[in-house]
């Protein structure tokens, strides 16, 4: 059974960097792709990017771009989303969350990480 | 970007009704399309892929249509439990956007 686990929430200041880690077990986690979706609260679901750990590549939301960085460590089975220049609009549950492919929907997620961005 | 809009943003229905909820991308998708449930506090969970294909374990009152651009989730007996937000998704390339959901309640 694939499991995905994420890190715990984060109080950060304004203008610094979070970075949320998801770790798999179950399946191969080289060959899925792990994309990380955020939810401000009481707002909707909001892709952010993927990564396909074979082949250590990551696509970026525009919105995002130049702000986010997502990693993976094959050897852990871990994925990593990094996001800079954090402002409160960024306060949101962030969630990992697999496909099986690159052309699937996500059928499993994280639990979720609360990211609080208060002065 | 292909933008997914879903309507209408929230209903009101009764236990037992009928429920249909849209979601129309704005150029053509195929059938690259999921509809994720959201209870309230809870994790996002698969209900159906490709359109119209039951993820398992899900209950058969839940079915999904359309091809192309405009694609439809029932709930053909609303119950008690289905009271969640509905997102669709498109699948078929990044960025893997949702449509802003749709709210369930009970009446």
């Known amino acids: 059974q694939v499991q995905l686990v994420q890190s715990g929430a984060e109080v950060k200041k304004p203008g610094s960097s979070v970075k949320v880690s998801c770790k798999a077990s179950?399946?191969?986690?080289?060959?899925?792709?792990i994309s990380w979706v955020r939810q401000a609260p009481g707002q909707g679901l909001e892709w952010m990017g993927r990564?396909?750990?074979?082949?250590?590549?990551?696509n970026y939301a525009q919105k995002f771009q130049g702000r986010v960085t997502i990693t993976a460590d094959k050897s852990t089975s871990t994925a990593y989303m990094e996001l800079s220049s954090l402002r409160s609009e960024d306060t949101a549950v962030y969630y990992c969350?697999?496909?099986?492919?690159?052309?699937?929907?996500?059928?499993?997620w994280g639990q979720g990480t609360l990211v609080t961005v208060s002065s | 970007d292909i933008q997914m809009t879903q309507s209408p943003s929230s209903l009101s229905a009764s236990v037992g009704d009928r429920v249909t909820i849209t979601c129309r991308a704005s150029?053509?998708?195929?059938?690259?399309l999921a509809w994720y449930q959201q209870k309230p506090g809870k994790v996002p969970k698969l209900l159906i892929y490709?359109?119209?294909t039951l993820q398992s374990g899900v209950p058969s009152r839940f079915s999904g249509s359309g091809s192309g651009t405009d694609f439809t989730l029932t709930i053909s007996s609303l119950q008690p439990e289905d009271v969640a937000t509905y997102y669709c998704?498109?699948?078929?390339?990044?960025?893997?956007?949702f449509g802003g959901g749709t709210k369930v309640e009970i009446k």
């Open positions: 969350a697999r496909a099986t492919t690159v052309t699937t929907p996500f059928d499993y």
């Open positions: 998704q498109k699948y078929n390339s990044a960025p893997f956007t």
């Open positions: 990564i396909i750990p074979i082949l250590g590549i990551a």
């Open positions: 490709a359109a119209s």
């Open positions: 150029q053509g998708i195929s059938n690259y």
């Open positions: 179950g399946g191969t986690f080289s060959s899925y792709a």
